[in-house]
Antibody
Framework: QFQVVESGGGMVQPGTSLRLSCVAS????????VHWVRQAPGKGLEWLAV????????YYGDSVKGRFTVSRDDSKDTVFLQMNSLRIDDTAVYFC???????????WGQGTRVAVSS | IVMTQSPLSLAVTPGEPASISCRSS???????????LDWYLQKPGQSPQLLIY???HRASGVPDRFSGSGSGTDFTLSISRVEAEDVGVYYC?????????FGGGTKVEI
């Protein structure tokens, strides 16, 4: 059975940073795109970022561009989301998901909660 | 690309059909003939799960009562006979180009 596990969430103050991790077990991230998606409390899904299978191409949603950075360590089947300059409206559950470079998100984690509050 | 779903919510009767509409602000039909649109279901308290990819292709393990149709800018997710386990929020997502984007979601309840 596969597992995708996000970690690194927590409660932080506005303007600070947080680094989320996403680890795969039972499956591999190698040769796949890995996406980050978030869900604010009571709201819908928001696509945030993708790192392509080649590790070089990275794309971001407008709300996080310039503040969030995605990276990967294929030797550890791990993807990271570095979140800087956090704002109150970044409060959400953050999911990572394995897919193709463009969509087809088949393997999702259970999410990690991030709360930004003063 | 902006994705718009309708309706916002849908009350369904088990055994009856149901459909959800998704519209994109520009065509999702690529030159290879595929429509770059996924459908996901998020059941209560769970992570999303992929139902349909490339507009009309059922993902592995998805019951055949689910089907996707449409092309260009207008798409539909249909459930031929709703079951109680189908409750949750359905999302379409375009996958044509980055940034990808989800629709606002359609809540389906019995």
């Amino acid at each position: 059975q596969f597992q995708v596990v996000e970690s690194g969430g927590g409660m932080v103050q506005p303007g600070t940073s947080l680094r989320l991790s996403c680890v795969a077990s039972g499956i591999t991230f190698n040769s796949y795109g890995v996406h980050w998606v978030r869900q604010a409390p009571g709201k819908g899904l928001e696509w945030l970022a993708v790192i392509w299978d080649n590790g070089n191409d990275k794309y971001y949603g407008d709300s996080v561009k310039g503040r969030f950075t995605v990276s990967r360590d294929d030797s550890k089947d791990t993807v990271f989301l570095q979140m800087n300059s956090l704002r109150i409206d970044d409060t959400a559950v953050y999911f990572c998901a394995r897919g193709f470079n463009y969509g087809y998100l088949t393997h999702w984690g259970q999410g990690t909660r991030v709360a930004v509050s003063s | 690309i902006v994705m718009t779903q309708s309706p916002l919510s849908l009350a369904v009767t088990p055994g009856e059909p149901a459909s959800i509409s998704c519209r994109s602000s520009q065509s999702l039909l690529y030159s290879n003939g595929y429509n770059y649109l996924d459908w996901y279901l998020q059941k209560p308290g769970q992570s999303p799960q992929l139902l349909i990819y490339l507009g009309s292709h059922r993902a592995s393990g998805v019951p055949d009562r689910f089907s996707g149709s449409g092309s260009g800018t207008d798409f539909t997710l249909s459930i031929s006979r709703v079951e109680a386990e189908d409750v949750g929020v359905y999302y379409c997502m375009h996958t044509l180009e980055s940034p990808l984007a989800f629709g606002g979601g359609t809540k389906v309840e019995i």
